[in-house]
């Protein structure tokens, strides 16, 4: 299966049913009251962290997703049935980021923990029936709500892997032999750079009951972290390992090894300044060639815990995987530094705005908008009770004050009407 840890889809939450206009029907009542049940709400849209899944895959087949309306009211005040909630699996370790109509991008939750859950997208109200706009002087409400439409929006994900140890290294240290050799993992190998363009995960057996997952991190060179061979895509799958492999090229002079293991620490460090910190085993690979054990013996005068390995004869390798093992055990899982995220700030605004475009008078509101989608115009009483809220909410004063006149254009989201 191709690793994707990026995806870009949409979401869309099911609108509330619509509320019924209806009468009692019953035997020796011939003019019943009114009777509309309420409309069911529509179903919302969550994510949900899955440890059955390791990448985004599925997201490249479908990209648009959609929970279930509610439906409609019934007779004799019986409320419509509200729609299922949509829930989306997706791995543990994704970053979520929504964006609202006519809103900036915002990150909305990091999905670290298995069942993890976040709401993406929310289900609007079910329009009310027309039993509750009887009053003493309308006895026989002719209308209904409709109902509340739900969210739509956009989400980009992103994935930063949940492995134990990361083997990183500059090319053609050795990353992907290794991981070969210590795990089921087939990833491609060949003699030249950027062999490996994605993650690729294994999982090490340290005995029949314990095992970890290793994870090669490819595309590290100097300026991964501006994006550099595709540094900036893989150093986040860094941050989250409890232990790295720092993998040099045995085959190399010690100069050459030097200013290796200097580039990498430089691009783990710009990236996130914690990084140096991590727990590091240093490896040097391709023991088995000429003169790597005597860049091992100069190294360890200044690296006195530095070890050293050989791929294809498998010396030391054992011997690494049980330092790993003992290093994560050792080692608490990270604290990723993931942005805040949006919060609500519920602070004093105005109920709506007036702004006048070309010969029309433009009002936008959370508020007036919801009352626009929620209001049945084909019914002079919906609308009468339409006007009768925006008066109270003081927006027929406003026109009057921008100068509207009768016969004036007025919308409102993407209803117009003519100002009388």
Not at 67 to 86: I, M, Q, V
Not at 324 to 346: G, S
Request: glycine letters at 10%; hydrophobic letters at 35%; proline letters at 6%.
């Amino acid at each position: 299966m191709k690793f994707i840890d990026e995806a870009a889809v949409t979401v869309a939450a099911g609108n509330g049913g619509d509320g019924l206009v209806a009468w009692r029907r019953e035997k020796y009542i011939p003019k019943g009251g009114p009777a509309g049940g309420d409309g069911g709400h529509g179903g919302s849209v969550y994510l949900e962290a899955t440890p059955e899944l390791s990448t985004l895959v599925e997201f490249r087949f479908k990209r648009q997703f959609s929970a279930e309306p509610g439906k409609g009211g019934g007779t004799s005040n019986k409320s419509g049935r509200s729609g299922e909630d949509l829930i989306i699996p997706v791995p543990v370790g994704t970053l979520v980021y929504r964006t609202l109509e006519d809103q900036p991008e915002a990150f909305l939750s990091d999905l670290s923990t298995p069942g993890e859950r976040v709401m993406v997208a929310k289900g609007g109200r079910g329009g009310l029936g027309n039993q509750h706009f009887a009053t003493s002087t309308r006895q026989a409400p002719r209308f209904a709500e409709k109902g509340e439409p739900g969210q739509h929006c956009s989400l980009r994900l992103e994935l930063k892997l949940l492995a134990d140890c990361g083997i990183i290294g500059l090319p053609n240290a050795g990353k992907s032999t290794l991981l070969s050799v210590v795990s089921a993992a087939r990833p491609k190998i060949a003699d030249y750079p950027f062999t490996t363009l994605e993650p690729q995960l294994g999982v090490v057996r340290v005995s029949d009951e314990e095992s970890f997952v290793m994870v090669d991190v490819p595309g590290l060179i100097e300026g991964a972290h501006t994006g550099a061979g595709l540094g900036d895509q893989f150093l986040r799958h860094v941050e989250r390992t409890r232990v790295l492999i720092h993998l040099l090229d045995g085959a190399k002079t010690l100069d050459e090894i030097l200013a290796d293991k200097t580039t990498i620490e430089q691009e783990l460090a710009a990236w996130n300044p914690l990084l140096p910190d991590k727990p590091t085993l240093l490896v040097v690979s391709k023991l088995d060639l000429p003169d790597a054990q005597e860049r091992l013996n100069d190294l360890r005068a200044q690296f006195p815990d530095v070890r050293g390995i050989s791929s294809a004869t498998r010396e030391g390798v054992q011997d690494l995987v049980y330092a790993a093992w003992r290093t994560i055990q050792e080692t608490p899982i990270p604290e990723v530094a993931a942005p805040e995220p949006a919060q609500i700030h519920l602070k004093p605004s105005e109920p709506f705005v007036i702004h006048k475009e070309d010969e029309t008078f433009v009002i936008s509101g959370e508020r007036v908008e919801r009352l626009a989608a929620m209001t049945d115009f084909d019914s002079d009483e919906g609308l009468a009770r339409f006007e009768q809220i925006l008066a109270k909410m003081g927006v027929d004063k406003r026109l009057r004050e921008m100068g509207a006149t009768e016969g004036d254009t007025v919308r409102i989201a993407h209803y117009e009407f003519t100002y009388s």
